[in-house]
């Protein structure tokens, strides 16, 4: 009897040392599934971030590669700070072809997207007419309402009429469509 005691404490001391060796294979293998999902999860994120910063830095670099166009085109956009160089230019348009110009009125248009601008313009027909046609090839998207051209009278010491070199007004009515405020 002791024999067989001796046995079935051995069996019962074998069966617990597995049933412990299971469980403890059980657990371990579970803590090893939740941390190659989780170490998963994490490659998945580093993979995304590494992603996010080469996009990042691809961007960066293209930015700087068209800097310059930026600034070209930035200089066909007028801001609300950018309206005293806006009407020097065009001012400076005028002498440029031996006109004089004069503006007599500024105003945001309805819409909110431009500006109104009204100028006056003196010069001989040819000078006028090249401020024209250098406002329709400006850098800046003008929108021209009414363009009106009228010969100024001038009489000479006499009282006659002079002839010749007649002096001409032009009065342009435009918008400046490419206007941010």
Known sequence: MKNENNILIKVFLAILFNAVFVFGFIYLYNQINNKNISAASLTEQINTETDRRDK???????????????????????KSSDVVPFLDNL??????????????????????????????????????????????????????????????????????LKTGNQKWDASFNLTLLSFES
């Open 91 to 160: 001012q400076a348009l005028a002498k440029s072809v031996g006109a004089t110009a004069e503006v007599s009125s500024l105003d945001l248009t309805a819409e909110g997207g431009g500006l109104e601008v009204k100028m006056k313009a003196t010069g001989s027909f040819v000078s006028v007419y090249k401020l024209l046609s250098l406002l329709e090839n400006s850098q800046y998207e003008l929108d021209f309402s009414s363009v009106i051209f009228n010969t100024v009278s001038a009489l000479d010491n006499t009282g006659s």
């Open 56 to 78: 990042i830095t691809a961007l960066n670099s293209e930015i700087k590669a068209i800097a310059k166009e930026r600034g070209m085109l930035a200089t066909h956009f007028a």
